[in-house]
T-cell receptor, first 109, second 116 residues
């Protein structure tokens, strides 16, 4: 049973607009959440994280929101740029790092 | 070289072959990981090494045999694989394996393995 779900396999967004990537998790005991970005032929790279004691963390154009009651995590990218086109994985850290299936984001120039 | 490197980047092997994947990290980290990424599936953790000792084996078949001679190098020895083992194998490292502040993992580019 998948503990981390990214229900949208793909997303297309116009350049300059906001990209919102979503992630749901099942275990309310999870306490640390991460987003990774992956380009083709490269391994995932760490993007941003958030601890369960916070509900928002911001780093430049990237903001992660955590809704603990809904067990929902989202990544906002604004403004979206063509270089943001990649696959985005959410991951939760409890005793180990568990990844979602990823969402392919395409930014349309 | 910086970060986490993996060789080879692509590997095609028959079911009777024996091959090895190599991972090297230049980050001074103490923990190293092997992951498998199959199409349309989440990344699956296979093995974890912390200070050269294996701390996790997630029910991986014995045809996959990891080796960690030191904190900078990690190998995955492959023998008598099956076609369903074809996947992207990713290596990662983290500073430590103890807490959230030290467990952020840095990934290599992966080895694309095809088993014929």
């Amino acid at each position: 049973d998948q503990q981390v779900k990214q229900n949208s396999p793909s997303l297309s967004v116009q350049e300059g607009r906001i990209s919102i990537l979503n992630c749901d998790y099942t275990n309310s005991m999870f306490d640390y959440f991460l987003w990774y970005k992956k380009y083709p032929a490269e391994g995932p790279t760490f993007l941003i994280s958030i601890s369960s004691i916070k509900d928002k963390n911001e780093d430049g154009r990237f903001t992660v929101f955590l809704n603990k009651s809904a067990k929902h995590l989202s990544l906002h990218i604004v403004p979206s740029q063509p270089g943001d086109s990649a696959v985005y994985f959410c991951a939760v850290l409890n005793e180990k790092l568990t990844f979602g299936t990823g969402t392919r984001l395409t930014i349309i120039p | 070289e910086t970060g986490v490197t993996q060789t080879p980047r692509h590997l095609v092997m028959g079911m009777t072959n024996k091959k090895s994947l190599k991972c090297e990290q230049h980050l001074g980290h103490n923990a190293m990981y092997w992951y498998k990424q199959s199409a349309k599936k989440p990344l699956e953790l296979m093995f974890v090494y912390n200070f050269k000792e294996q701390t996790e084996n997630n029910s991986v078949p014995s045809r996959f045999s990891p080796e960690c001679p030191n904190s900078s190098h990690l190998f995955l020895h492959l023998h008598t694989l099956q076609p369903e083992d074809s996947a992207l194998y990713l290596c990662a490292s983290s500073q430590d394996r103890g807490g959230v502040d030290t467990d952020t993992q840095y990934f290599g580019p992966g080895t694309r393995l095809t088993v014929l």
